[in-house]
């Protein structure tokens, strides 16, 4: 793409298309990389821990449940307040939260028509790396006792 | 259509770069601020108990061949696992220490013991007296030295029993120094351990030591909302 000089003085112009065209791969690509879905169940402002011996994401699962505990032991839910593992009030409300949760995933489970799927729902706790190991083992019990069987705790590989 | 031309100049159609350019700008701050890169997060995988059917640590009928710690409900029993204690600081030990220093001290480990099965008394691992990597670097050269004395260790259950106020972090690195995966080497007549990370594969070694199961107890103190004596 030679460009000549263009004829006659001060009219020189940049040669915008390039650039454009650069642009407009990054957008390409930021576009396809970037996942609306998981925005609402990974909070951004929790800090996971650092761990090598974790195993990457399996995507074969269907139902899964995000479960997001702050640094204080709380859990971060849009639109429900004071879920905290620490007092019996907080405790009662995450066990029919995830009553709910899992009733709700349990029909679509069986709504769906694969058979496949049926059983595959789990839960996956990301828990801040300055939460304390008593509420995340708390989270889990209360996990196991509204029926979840399986879990995964979410962690920052070293990259 | 009118053209339009310029006296004796060829047809001269220009595209309105520069607001288009504009645009694009403004999409892609949108996506780079965006952008969740969520392949770097990795998961520890586990299953919780069956009611009424417990069942025996990593003999689950899971699809995966990745072994699952699982949350045992009664105390391990210590005639068979390996039992690696984690003890916290608390406000107590922290006591006439400056606020700052307590925030930041608080939920560190204050010592690591590891329980062998058939021991008395558990051994000492580290304590206060080294900082955080060094004990790290000790309790993985004991399990370390633990699978190489003994052929079968890759075979006991090891049992992480943390109190309750160690932080999340920490469990996670003591988990993680746990799970490690080594690749023996022959070199000159004497067996190296390789640390299996990203850029290892098991497949390249004749022989992988690492302890496959590995559960968590639940700590002391525990609330119980089942029991109303608590």
Known sequence: MSHGPSTGGPKAEPNLVPLLDVVLQLIMFFMLTVNFVQNDQVNESIKLPVAQSAVPLDKTVKEVLFLNMNHEGQLVVAGETNLDTRSKEGRAKIKSYLSRQLEQAQRRLAASKNKEDEGKFLVVVRADKRAMYKDVYQLLSLCDDAGYRKWQLRVQSQA | MAR????????????????????????????????????????????????????????????????????????????????????????????????????????????ILIQKPDAAKPDLVCDRTDDLEQGKEKLAKQLQQILISNPNASETAIDIKSDGDLKHEYFISVYDICRTRYGVQNKGGKEVLTRIDGNHKEKDFAKVLGFQKVGFVAPEGLADDKNPAQ
């Open chain 2, 4 to 111: 339009r031309r310029n006296a004796g100049d060829h047809a001269d159609v220009e595209l309105p770069i520069t607001p288009m350019l504009d645009m694009a700008f403004q999409l892609l701050v949108f996506f780079i601020f965006t952008y969740h890169p969520s392949s770097m997060e990795m998961h520890i995988d586990g299953n919780l108990l069956p009611p009424q059917k417990p069942i025996v640590q990593g003999k689950e009928p899971s699809k995966s061949n990745e072994p699952a710690p699982s949350l045992k409900e009664k105390p391990p029993d210590t005639s068979e696992d390996m039992v690696v204690i984690v003890e916290a600081m608390t406000d107590k030990d922290l006591a006439g220490k400056d606020k700052k220093e307590r925030e930041k001290l608080v939920g560190t480990p204050r010592r």
